[in-house]
């Protein structure tokens, strides 16, 4: 396993100098910024998330506004009271995407909004709380409480609001797979642990954000 010092001047090599190689990495909210927000802004990015997978995002895009305005302003206590009817009768409304999967995660991805922040007093104070040293728990948490978070959903999901986690796109499992960290994507329980372990370490040895470090590693696949 490389160690931090390797993969900074290694991805410094392929991007040509410190100051465009710093431009391109992410910032992640501060913990009282997350804490800040409501939880209708988390529903609303996930749920934007969601149906992106596997369609065109400036499709999406340009039916958000109609998104936004079936669906209550995303606010979670309204949408966990609609009914099976009320939401098929979305189904009929062309203005948005008619998935009708990812419509009825809406409904159960507010319920799990409400549920995880009930004891934190939001959501944005749970995902603030939540340890980057064992993120991949958290993807867990989102998949198995919530709905068509899985695979690289979640993580994806949370780099959107601003919390700090690594991704496993292509160029990052392939790095770490040069690394010997893994030899294929991690989808055990003990590949995602080796995977933590190892951004942790990162994380100790620069004091970056896993985000910064996700970016970073993805420079350096080959």
């Known amino acids: 396993m490389r160690n931090f010092d390797?993969?900074?001047?290694?991805?410094?090599?392929?991007?040509?100098?410190?100051?465009?190689?710093?431009?391109?990495?992410?910032?992640?909210?501060?913990?009282?910024?997350?804490?800040?927000?409501?939880?209708?802004?988390?529903?609303?990015?996930?749920?934007?998330?969601?149906?992106?997978?596997?369609?065109n995002r400036?499709?999406?895009?340009?039916?958000?506004p109609a998104f936004e305005e079936v669906f209550f302003g995303f606010e979670p206590q309204k949408l966990v009271l609609m009914s099976d009817d009320l939401l098929e009768k979305t189904m009929q409304d062309k203005r948005i995407i008619r998935h009708w999967g990812k419509i009825k995660s809406i409904r159960t991805n507010a319920a799990m909004i409400?549920?995880?922040?009930?004891?934190?007093?939001?959501?944005?104070?749970?995902?603030?709380?939540?340890p980057a040293e064992t993120i991949v728990e958290l993807w867990q948490v989102l998949k198995k409480q919530g709905a068509q978070l899985g695979g690289n959903s979640g993580a994806y999901s949370l780099r959107i609001v601003g919390k700090d986690t690594f991704m496993l796109s292509n160029d990052v499992v392939a790095a770490l797979k040069a690394q010997k960290i893994i030899d294929k994507k991690p989808t055990s329980k003990a590949?995602?642990?080796?995977?933590?372990?190892?951004?942790?370490?990162?994380?100790?040895q620069s004091g970056r954000p896993l985000c910064q470090i996700s970016r970073l590693l993805s420079f350096c696949a080959d």
């Open 6 to 55: 390797w993969i900074y001047q290694h991805a410094l090599e392929r991007k040509g100098g410190a100051k465009v190689l710093e431009s391109l990495l992410p910032v992640p909210r501060s913990a009282d910024e997350l804490a800040a927000l409501p939880d209708r802004y988390f529903l609303s990015s996930m749920s934007w998330r969601i149906f992106c997978a596997g369609l």
């Open 58 to 64: 400036k499709m999406v895009d340009n039916k958000w």
């Open 114 to 130: 409400l549920a995880l922040g009930e004891e934190k007093g939001g959501f944005g104070r749970f995902l603030a709380d939540w």
């Open 191 to 204: 590949d995602l642990n080796a995977t933590q372990a190892a951004f942790n370490e990162w994380r100790k």
